[in-house]
């Protein structure tokens, strides 16, 4: 960082930069990765980051959990050197 290796703070050992994909939770300190070919079960994933337009009304509880959540982003920053 800034021409020094990369502090514990800031990421070390290693930092991943994925652009255009939402950050809500940036975490510093990782216990474990886990890779899976679906979406998370949590309860943020679930019931959190979704956003509809005013005029849409889901019949149930279990019909809004279906819906995607919001994975992508537009980009709004810039990483300079």
């Given at each position: 960082?800034?021409g020094?290796?990369?502090p ?39 019931n ?13 509880p ?10 992508e ?9």
């Amino acid at each position: 960082m800034n021409g020094e290796p990369l502090p514990a703070d800031h990421g070390y050992p290693i930092r991943l930069i994925a652009p255009g994909i939402v950050g809500a939770r940036n975490v510093k300190w990782l216990g474990r990765i886990v890779l899976s070919d679906h979406e998370s079960t949590s309860h943020w994933q679930r019931n959190d980051y979704k956003s509809f337009p005013s005029d849409k009304n889901f019949a149930t509880p279990e019909e809004f959990s279906r819906a995607y959540a919001i994975q992508e982003m537009p980009i709004q920053s810039a990483i300079c050197s």
